[in-house]
């Protein structure tokens, strides 16, 4: 039985990276199969978001391992003492649909016990995201960007090949 006792998240070293990289991308690809049934122009986040991430003393990137075996990855930014972004967070395909994710954010969470803030973004298409982090993590929608409303930096850019038709933004306030 999978619980979060039993997911550890794992620094992730430099020989990990390409495991990294590539179970990062099939997991996304996912996504982009299971609503347009094609992947040929599935956007995945770049992998050069990974190298950047692993260089700043303000992100955390993380295997998470099951049993001493790898089932997902999670770039976690620390934005101050109590907010913390969950700019990436994926379970490897052969993991999903397994309470893999579930359990994997229980465990994040406790990882860090002074947040009382977390946010995270999910393209609109992405309809089991949507359900994850609203009903199973306790997420709320809090903004809805398109090309009505944009972000700072266009996170709608990386995925206008697709007509995503905008990107969530959600948060979860952990009271203290």
Not at 59 to 82: A, S, Y
Not at 143 to 165: A, L
Request: hydrophobic share 40%; glycine share 4%; net charge negative.
């Amino acid at each position: 039985m999978v619980n979060k006792k039993n997911i550890i998240l794992k620094p992730l070293e430099p020989c990990e990276l390409e495991l990294f990289r590539k179970e990062m991308k099939k997991s996304f690809e996912q996504g982009v199969l299971e609503r347009f049934g094609d992947i040929s122009a599935a956007p995945t986040p770049p992998t050069n978001e990974v190298d950047f991430a692993l260089k700043d003393a303000t992100i955390d990137v993380f295997l998470l391992m099951f049993d001493n075996v790898p089932v997902g990855g999670t770039i976690i930014k620390r934005e101050n003492n109590n907010k913390f972004s969950l700019d990436l967070f994926f379970i490897f395909k052969d993991y999903l649909n397994k309470k893999f994710g579930s359990v994997a954010w229980q465990a994040i969470e406790a990882n860090y016990p002074k947040a009382e803030l977390w946010e995270t973004h999910t393209p609109y298409f992405e309809r089991r995201n949507i359900h994850f982090y609203v009903n199973k993590c306790g997420f709320k929608i809090v903004e809805f960007f398109s090309e009505f409303h944009k972000e700072e930096h266009d996170i709608t850019e990386e995925f206008k090949d697709i007509n995503t038709s905008g990107f969530f933004r959600f948060e979860k306030r952990i009271k203290q």
